[in-house]
């Protein structure tokens, strides 16, 4: 049987397919972690590397051409996140990487205009499949009644911001700490409980190891 998140990369495809511009929209949680400034890769699993749905795949080489035409166009396309998953649980994650410190303005600004971008223009193609009968909530997630798009974001979907190993400062550590005690976060933080409370179910930030360990380790498709 397949998982929800293979049945959602089949969707994915067929739209891009259907656009005509077919194209891989996966690639591994490694590949999509690229800082490509510095050509380092922020992410590096010691248990397994991932599969995942990379946005901005399908931002520059569909959604980009969709409205502008010709090749690939990274000016023009909208912003998306690095990754994509959904797990067994029926759980939607997008997923930013960093190669930057958590205090950055630079990472506060991109993460979200990076998550409101992305959930706007993915869920507006969802728009469309719907309205073709080929897509419905129920089928790609745990939700079992009709919902909104917008409730369904705020109860299913989650952010995830993953920062690099050689930008792990204190700033980060009490902010984990905090998360983890369930504690009010810093305000340097602030933009990640402002995502958490407008817009996804959670919003979590890890270093690459701590992703690592409590993500990906105990992450099952199905």
């Known amino acids: 049987m397949m998982s929800m998140y293979e049945k959602f990369v089949n969707l994915l495809n067929t739209y891009c397919n259907q656009a005509g511009y077919p194209i891989q929209i996966e690639k591994t949680l490694h590949e999509l972690s690229l800082d490509d400034a510095n050509s380092v890769n922020v992410f590096t699993s010691e248990y397994k590397d991932l599969n995942s749905i ?109 920062i690099g190993k050689d930008k792990v400062d204190n700033e980060l550590n009490k902010i984990r700490v905090a998360i983890k005690a369930k504690m009010t976060m810093p305000v340097t933080c602030r933009f990640l409980r402002k995502l958490e409370s407008y817009v996804f179910k959670s919003a979590d930030v890890y270093s690459a190891d701590q992703f690592d360990r409590e993500f990906v380790k105990k992450f099952r498709y199905s």
């Open 54 to 162: 990379s946005m901005d795949s399908i931002a520059q080489n569909v959604v980009a051409r969709i409205h502008f035409g010709g090749p690939p166009r990274e000016d023009v396309a909208p912003a998306s996140v690095d990754s994509f998953l959904i797990d067994s649980n029926g759980y939607w994650y997008f997923i930013e990487f960093k190669n930057q410190y958590i205090s950055s303005k630079k990472v506060k600004e991109d993460c979200v205009k990076k998550s409101y971008a992305n959930v706007f223009w993915l869920f507006k193609i969802l728009d469309e499949l719907q309205r073709k009968q080929l897509f419905s909530f129920d089928a790609y997630s745990s939700c079992t009644t009709e919902i909104s798009p917008f409730e369904f974001v705020k109860n299913y979907c989650k952010f995830i911001l993953v």
